[in-house]
């Protein structure tokens, strides 16, 4: 059973491109989270996807925008890059709302350089 | 605004020896507290949680106290193990709208246990 998968899984772009990020989720996982972890910091909450559509977001900008498809999976775009995009961008997915508890399983990252 | 604080970076412990691992919260809407582990180059994986209705939730080696009154909660590792060299993070979940579980996170504590 294949658990979270993310690509690529580094990735380096130069400020004002854009870059776009995948996940495929656990199977049996219809709820998809994305978080960004700055180097030293705890993952931060950017947004979590449902049915297709986006149920929470966190504080980032629009810049920040996702999506996810019929079969789960979900896209994390990020427009404009900045240097501080810089970061782990991690996908979490879970069944249902959250589950129990609010537990996810994590994907192992992609790696974003912003030069 | 640091809604989840965990104020020790790093944790040095003898093997067989207890680890406690602390955590800090300031919002009383949370309700489901969670801790996971996160090795070097691999997402975070859940550990154990804990409900806000609970005061105390085991599970083989590792026990959670949550202390409402003092918004702490702890993790406690007994006995240690050299395997359980990592980084964890607290977390914490409330409801956002739509029922939907929005969580938190802390920025991590290392904890190397030593043979």
């Known amino acids: 059973d294949a658990g979270v998968t993310q690509s690529p899984t580094h990735l380096i772009k130069t400020r004002g491109q854009q870059v776009t990020l995948r996940c495929s989720p656990k199977s049996g996982h219809d709820t998809v989270s994305w978080y960004q972890q700055a180097l030293g910091q705890g993952p931060q909450f950017i947004f979590q996807?449902?049915?297709?559509?986006?149920?929470q977001r966190g504080n980032f900008p629009d810049r920040f925008s996702g999506h996810q498809f019929p079969n789960y999976s979900s896209e994390l775009n990020v427009n404009a890059l900045l240097l501080g995009d810089s970061a782990l961008y991690l996908c979490?997915?879970?069944?249902?709302?959250f589950g129990a508890g609010g537990e996810q399983f994590f994907g192992p990252g992609t790696r974003l350089t912003v030069l | 605004d640091q809604q989840v604080k965990q104020n020790s970076p790093s944790l040095s412990v003898q093997e067989g020896r207890i680890s406690i691992l602390n955590c800090d919260y300031t919002n009383s809407m949370f309700d489901y507290f969670l801790w996971y582990k996160k090795y070097p180059a691999e997402g975070p994986t859940f550990l154990i949680s804990i409900s806000s209705i609970k005061d105390k939730n085991e599970d083989g080696r590792f026990t959670v106290f949550l202390n409402k009154s003092a918004k702490h909660l702890s993790l406690h590792i007994v006995p240690s193990q050299p395997g359980d060299s990592a980084v964890y993070f607290c977390a914490a979940s409330a409801s956002g709208s739509g029922g939907y579980q929005k969580v938190t996170f802390g920025t991590g504590t290392k904890l190397q246990v030593i043979p």
């Open positions: 979490a997915s879970s069944s249902g709302l």
């Open positions: 996807y449902y049915e297709e559509e986006e149920r």
